[in-house]
């Protein structure tokens, strides 16, 4: 298999996967109500907000079809973000028997995102994706180098992590998308860092609005212990995050300008993918 930062031949690979979450615990994240909730929202942004990605790439996908380099890559993560979408749901049936309905915050990501889509144009709703797979490109090197540690439950973690050596794999795909459509001027950089500001505002409204509706339906609203836990996290990661998000802001800006196929490799021995083939996707 190829990474995705070596841009000429990147082929990366669409993983089945079939994660079986029956024996998870309620705390599976470092026993922490806060930090659990954290995640399970975040989580809860996932089945349809990837559908949504897909759905925003799926669109203008036709008018690329003559860079086939592009066009392969597009049907890659296509396959990821479906098998994305899949699994996280499969983890929030799993959740409902703790009474938390995370399939409730899902619903209305749904919604949210359908608005969205049905106001924005195209290329807007593409850019919405490009931003957000910023977003996560960010986060989830932060996962793999530190984050999955707190994660006690070796399957819930295998999930994190597969999830997160995908994102890496397929950062670019949007961005090169856009790039192939729009260009690099000044006329593609303004709504790019727009939509983006506006993206991440979405983001942090809804992971913080779900994580204070699953600590509240959990009657772990008021338990400041947990969340003073919470609190140092938060200000130890956003100290590294906010830099890489400001990355996107400059004018040649490109996902691929950061180099992470060292941690996905090992990140893939952790979790048993070392020794995959390659597998071209289209
Ligand atoms: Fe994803
Ligand atoms: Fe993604």
């Given at each position: 298999m190829t990474t995705a930062n070596n841009q000429a031949s990147t082929s990366f690979p669409v993983r089945r996967m079939d994660y079986e979450f029956d024996d998870m615990p309620k705390y599976w994240c470092d026993n922490e109500p806060s930090l659990t909730h954290y995640f399970t929202g975040l989580s809860t942004l996932f089945p349809e907000g990837e559908s949504y990605f897909v759905r925003s790439v799926r669109a203008l996908r036709p008018r690329a079809k003559a860079n086939k380099q592009l066009d392969r890559d597009i049907g890659a993560f296509i396959?990821?973000?479906?098998?994305?979408?899949?699994?996280?749901?499969?983890?929030?049936?799993?959740?409902?028997?703790?009474?938390?309905?995370?399939?409730?915050?899902?619903?209305?990501?749904?919604?949210?995102?359908?608005?969205?889509?049905?106001?924005?144009?195209?290329?807007?709703?593409?850019?919405?994706?490009?931003?957000?797979?910023?977003?996560?490109?960010?986060?989830?090197?932060?996962?793999?180098?530190?984050?999955?540690?707190?994660?006690?439950?070796?399957?819930?973690?295998?999930?994190?992590?597969?999830?997160?050596?995908?994102?890496?794999?397929?950062?670019?795909?949007?961005?090169?998308?856009?790039?192939?459509?729009?260009?690099?001027?000044?006329?593609?950089?303004?709504?790019?860092?727009?939509?983006?500001?506006?993206?991440?505002?979405?983001?942090?409204?809804?992971?913080?609005?779900?994580?204070?509706?699953?600590?509240?339906?959990?009657?772990?609203?008021?338990?400041?212990?947990?969340?003073?836990?919470?609190?140092?996290?938060?200000?130890?990661?956003?100290?590294?995050?906010?830099?890489?998000f400001l990355d996107y802001y400059r004018t040649d800006f490109h996902p691929n300008d950061v180099d992470e196929s060292d941690l996905v490799a090992r990140t893939r021995e952790m979790i048993g993918l070392g020794g995959e083939a390659a597998q071209a996707t289209h």
């Open positions: 396959g990821q973000e479906a098998m994305h979408s899949k699994e996280h749901h499969a983890f929030h049936v799993s959740a409902q028997k703790y009474d938390l309905d995370p399939e409730s915050l899902e619903r209305v990501t749904g919604t949210v995102l359908k608005g969205i889509e049905s106001l924005f144009p195209e290329k807007w709703n593409l850019l919405v994706t490009v931003g957000l797979e910023h977003y996560t490109a960010v986060l989830v090197t932060t996962m793999m180098r530190s984050t999955h540690t707190y994660m006690k439950d070796e399957t819930i973690r295998n999930l994190w992590l597969w999830h997160s050596i995908e994102e890496t794999e397929h950062k670019a795909v949007a961005f090169d998308l856009y790039q192939y459509l729009y260009g690099e001027g000044l006329t593609a950089y303004v709504p790019r860092v727009a939509i983006f500001t506006l993206s991440l505002a979405l983001i942090t409204t809804l992971s913080t609005a779900y994580h204070i509706v699953l600590m509240k339906r959990d009657g772990q609203l008021f338990n400041l212990k947990t969340w003073r836990r919470f609190a140092a996290f938060a200000r130890q990661h956003y100290k590294i995050f906010i830099p890489q």
